[in-house]
């Protein structure tokens, strides 16, 4: 059979290409799991609306892409154009969220937010079923196209667009979130919302703008996810939602680096379980080692609530 | 008529209006073909002008102008609820039951198969309450349990042929060392941590169901489990009848579901129901009145563990068929929405509770597609308006502060 | 406070009330309807939820035999459907089997996850109710005895003939890597396959899951690629998953040959799919397009949309049923199951003629995907290729 060589090669070459699919992957979790951390960060929420929201985001971009695309502007135009309105689509969606379901319940206990957020999530998802169909929508052709190859691991142009989009989005957040006023209004927000509205941040406003940040970077994640797959479908949101959360939860929610990290980790676990150990239980071991890290770090690896990179 | 409160309210509608028409329009307007008003603009009107009929009677009411019939209601429901007060509890339940027992007898098959649900979904409601709204752990994967109940009786009954009596027990006993082994690890964990975990722990325990193929069948599910057995008087002699009828059915889970009622009655004014409450609001205080809170804890688990397995074997045994498809984890939720929405920690509100999300849906059925659509709103409508759950539960000692 | 406890209480109670007397009322206004008699028939399908695509398309092919029934049925008609969602959850589907009992329907046609079709039947059958499916393909559905079933579609069993056939005497090929997403039907084929090959001779590299509702097979798809086989396949429970697998295929750079199965035939797969669709061969039930079966179905169906997998076999199986009442004169299940046995007729999807224990029998062809339309490509029986 094949020289020891050529077998410890293609050991590489397997290895390679499962590392690339995982990192791009892990991007798209570590998006949607942003959402998550910023909106527990700030009023102690799981919304379970945020995978309505990258849904909904898809969607406009399916949308918006192929309106532009028949009216005949250049893809690079057509996706840059799609991505900020359907951005902005996406945060408008989440304020009207907050304002009707989450803001009247804010002296509420957490779990009658919890369960108006449930609510809310099969609201959207069935609106979007009643809107746009049963069916999936395609992309309109890809809009990016071919590959390279580096050591036999096959890098697509997509997964460059799609990574490339996500470290601009972050450390735009970055930059957003630890340079700003605005930011640093939020941070004060997370931490104390009496003492920070003694200060004068109007924090009804502030919550406003969190929800607005997480959905349209869903929005983008979204919109990214519908190009790599091909379509989009008014239930997309439910198994990325979860994933996103556990990536949220492990890396410490209400954390930001903790959201990231915890979203690449996450994506990683299930591409090398599915591609080492079994395809049907990757879930299984992502939630394995969710529930083993908590066990022996109970906030999550970047732990919760450390001085101000809460938001 | 234009006093400054109404010009607010009005302000604020029309910017909700157009911000509802930003938000729908490019759902419903925007096509390859071209940008299109019609269709968008049309449910736009119906439902704006929908909201200004609500939002105008609103007003009106804030002003009084319904007091004329309002009023007279108000007295009649509030003499009605002075009366309902002089009529003693015991009453009042065996007028409940008495109604639940007639119910087959007035009702037709559909009906009974809707409250067949419902009385499953008390419950584990119960069960989950016991987790929640008792001991106060968030738990997203309490569907689990109810998994391991179903398959128990079912692989015990295809198997072994073994009787479900018999094995509710069983089924109940194995929930329990499952709620043991999902309690342990989330030992340590607060809060939202806790949910992850659950949530994880309920998705690992579907996911096993559909891939161990020797054990469970996957995801082809166990055929031919068999209802429960009784012996009965029929034809001069007892003899061994099957319970396979829907009006069977109904009456055999009605008995698990009083069962239930009175188990999680009794607890809650018990010693450990004390300490779970105790362990809720304040865990170091409690343990610092010598409450074991690890203990305490695992025994919560383990509790409505054993509810909700219970549960699950009627499951098995009445749809005489199991598969992973029920158990995943929008019934988790479902099943947590109950107990939130119906009120925490409350029996007649779990009640209520179950009654609702499952009832509601079957009411809905005449919407067709919308049916989920309309439920997703009026579950999140429902919380709005009564944020405590539909019939909050009386605190046990209330605080001096506390009491109205 | 307790008022408004009282009010909801007495709300909650009457909605309750209402389930139960919903049919009901429903039935006196139809009494007093002047066209009092009516076929009334029941569809089965997961209207919302994952699978909502496929439930969509029973329900409209049951809509266009009505469609086309109608004139037909004389003194009998009119006939009216009552499209329930099972939403694929067993509870909910004994709902709404139930709810159709109530309603009185005299046939259904459904339904699609056979963990509803199976608790479904169960009422239906002792309700004397004619249950046809149009999609669950799982032997069990018509060995549990059940009397009043019948399935329309074909049979695992025979599917995977036709695909090892195909890949052994067609393809030439050695070596078969097969995936399924965890579903009855999908894994109960690829297993089937597996089976079949093996005992052919073929060598199996590997057999691997997905999860349903899965979008990223790029780990699955790295061990494929790695693997070399001669042939891949594919099955999947619907077009919507295997859009994003063949994607994904074409993208990793894998140019094996692809074979799927009949659950991704639809319009909606090239669609999606586009270029990289091209060049898939499916197992599918042979269609002529010319026949006047055919046309008339597809005439009858244009404006509900493009039909799918599953739209003929509906429409074939409320047009056997139709036509059985139209045969015994009533709706009476044991005079309709006698006419049901006699029947033999052209569908659109393929001969109809029902056994003894419900099936009507197989027409696996292979197909192909050509410039985005199915085209018969390879006929098992007798070995040919279909001429253009």
């Given at each position: 059979m094949a020289p020891a060589f050529h077998k410890a090669h293609k050991h590489v070459e397997f290895f390679l290409q499962q590392l690339v699919n995982g990192i791009t992957l892990g991007g798209v979790y570590a998006l949607v799991a942003l959402g998550y951390t910023m909106v527990y960060g700030i009023i102690?929420?799981?919304?379970?609306?945020h995978g309505e929201i990258f849904a909904a985001g898809g969607y406009m971009g399916v949308i918006l892409i192929s309106w532009l695309v028949s009216q005949g502007y250049p893809p690079f135009i057509c996706l840059s154009v799609a991505l900020v309105l359907a951005m902005g689509y996406c945060a408008l969606l989440a304020m009207a969220v907050e304002k009707l379901a989450y803001k009247p319940l804010r002296s509420s206990s957490r779990l009658s937010v919890l369960l108006s957020a449930l609510g809310m999530s099969i609201f959207l998802q069935n609106g979007l079923m009643l809107t746009q169909g049963v069916y999936d929508r395609a992309y309109p052709g890809e809009m990016v196209q071919g590959g390279f190859e580096i050591g036999g691991a096959v890098i697509s142009y997509m997964q460059i667009v799609i990574v490339g989009i996500t470290v601009l989005l972050l450390v735009g957040l970055n930059i957003l979130v630890f340079k700003t006023r605005i930011g640093k209004a939020m941070r004060a927000t997370a931490q104390d919302k009496t003492m920070s509205a003694l200060v004068g941040i109007n924090s009804s406003r502030i919550i406003s703008l969190t929800f607005a940040i997480g959905a349209a970077l869903a929005c983008a994640a979204g919109i990214m996810v519908g190009m790599y797959y091909g379509s989009v479908r008014y239930d997309m949101g439910f198994v990325p939602g979860v994933k996103a959360f556990s990536a949220a939860v492990l890396g410490g929610i209400g954390n930001i680096t903790g959201a990231m990290l915890g979203g690449l980790i996450i994506g990683m676990i299930e591409v090398f379980a599915a591609g080492y150990i079994s395809s049907e239980y990757k879930d299984v071991f992502a939630f394995i080692i969710l529930i083993g890290v908590l066990y022996f770090m109970p906030t999550g690896i970047m732990g919760e609530n450390v001085d101000d990179t809460r938001v | 008529m234009t006093t400054p409160a109404s010009r607010k309210l009005w302000l604020g509608y029309a910017v909700a209006m157009l911000w509802f028409f930003v938000l729908l329009w490019p759902l419903l307007g925007i096509t390859p073909e071209g940008l299109e008003f019609a269709t968008s603009f049309g449910i736009w009107s119906k439902v704006a002008v929908a909201a200004a009929i609500i939002l105008a009677l609103w007003q009106l009411k804030q002003r009084g102008v319904f007091g004329f019939v309002s009023r007279p209601v108000e007295a009649l429901s509030d003499s009605l609820g002075k009366a309902t007060g002089v009529v003693p509890t015991w009453v009042w339940l065996s007028l409940v039951l008495a109604g639940a027992l007639a119910f087959p007898l007035l009702t037709e098959r559909y009906a009974h198969d809707v409250a067949i649900s419902v009385l499953v979904y008390v419950c584990l409601g119960l069960g989950l309450n016991v987790v929640v709204g008792m001991a106060g752990l968030l738990d997203l994967g309490y569907i689990a349990f109810y998994g391991v109940g179903a398959y128990t009786y079912a692989l015990l009954s295809v198997h072994y042929g073994l009787s479900f009596w018999l094995c509710l027990p069983i089924a109940g006993t194995f929930s329990a060392i499952a709620g043991c082994i999902i309690g342990y690890p989330t030992l340590r964990m607060r809060g939202d941590y806790l949910a992850i975990v659950t949530l994880g722990f309920g998705e690992i325990v579907r996911i096993v169901l559909n891939n161990w193929m020797s054990l469970t069948n996957g995801p082809n599910g166990i055929l031919g489990v068999k209802p429960p057995g009784t012996y009965w008087w029929s034809d001069g002699k007892i003899d061994h009848i099957w319970l396979g009828s829907l009006e069977q059915f109904y009456y055999v889970i009605l008995a698990l579901a009083v069962c239930t009622v009175i188990a999680v009655y009794r607890l809650n004014n018990s010693r450990i129901g004390r300490a779970f409450e105790a362990v809720r609001e304040d865990q170091t205080a409690a343990e610092l009145m010598g409450v074991n809170t690890l203990r305490i804890k695992l025994l919560a688990y383990a509790l409505g563990a054993i509810f909700g397995g219970l549960a699950g074997a009627f499951f098995a045994a009445r749809m005489r068929f199991v598969s992973p498809e029920s158990f995943t984890f929008i019934e988790s939720a479902m099943v947590l929405a109950m107990v939130v929405l119906g009120g925490m920690g409350s029996i007649p509100g779990v009640i209520l509770g179950a009654l609702a999300l499952i009832a509601l849906p079957e009411v809905f059925r005449g919407f067709e597609l919308y049916r989920m659509f309309v439920f997703g709103g009026v579950m999140a409508l429902m919380m709005l308006f009564r944020p405590k759950g539909l019939w909050p539960a009386k605190r046990m000692g209330a605080r001096s502060e506390e009491r109205d | 406070m307790k008022r408004a406890l009282y009010l909801l209480s007495l709300l909650l109670l009457v909605s309750f009330v209402a389930v139960g007397c919903g049919g009901e009322k429903k039935e006196e206004k139809k009494a007093e309807a002047p066209k009092a008699a009516g076929i009334k028939i029941g569809s089965l399908s997961p209207l919302t939820g994952q699978y909502a695509a496929d439930g969509n398309d029973i329900k409209n092919g049951v809509l266009a035999a009505i469609e086309v029934m109608n004139a037909e049925m004389g003194p009998l008609g009119p006939v009216t459907l009552q499209a329930e969602d099972t939403a694929c959850d067993p509870r909910q589907a004994v709902a709404a089997a139930n709810k159709l009992i109530n309603e009185k329907v005299t046939a259904v046609i459904g339904a699609y996850c056979s963990s509803a079709t199976i608790p479904a039947a169960e009422p239906l059958m002792a309700a004397k109710i004619l249950m046809l499916t149009p999609a669950s393909t799982n032997e069990k559905v018509t060995e549990s005895g059940h009397k009043y079933m019948y399935r329309t579609c074909g049979r695992d069993d025979d599917q995977s003939k036709a695909a090892v056939k195909f890949t052994q005497e067609?393809?030439?090929?050695k070596t078969i890597y097969l995936v399924d997403d965890k579903t009855t039907y999908s894994q109960g084929l690829a297993d089937n396959v597996e089976k079949l090959a093996a005992a052919a001779g073929l060598k199996v590299l590997g057999h691997e899951h997905v999860n349903q509702g899965d979008k990223d097979f790029s780990a699955v798809l790295t061990k494929v690629k790695a693997a070399k086989p001669d042939v891949f396949y594919v099955s999947l429970q619907n077009s919507a998953a295997a859009a994003p697998m063949l994607i994904q295929v074409a993208r990793m750079g894998i140019k094996t040959k692809i074979l799927a199965q009949d659950a991704v035939y639809h319009p909606q797969l090239m669609e999606l799919a586009k270029k990289d669709a091209e060049g898939v061969f499916l197992t599918f039930g042979y269609t002529d397009k010319e026949t006047p079966a055919y046309k008339k179905f597809a005439e009858a169906y244009k404006k509900l949309g493009e039909p799918g997998a599953y739209s003929a076999y509906a429409y074939d199986s409320a047009v056997a049923y139709l036509k059985a009442v139209k045969a015994a004169g009533s709706t009476d299940a044991d005079k309709v199951k006698a006419e049901l046995m006699k029947l033999e007729f052209e569908g659109a999807s393929k001969k109809i003629k029902y056994k003894e224990n419900g099936d009507s029998g197989s027409n696996y062809v292979i197909q192909v995907v050509k410039d985005g339309k199915f085209d018969n490509f390879w006929n098992p029986e007798t070995g040919e290729l279909y001429k253009k």
């Open positions: 102690q929420l799981i919304n379970f609306a | - | 067609y393809l030439k090929a």
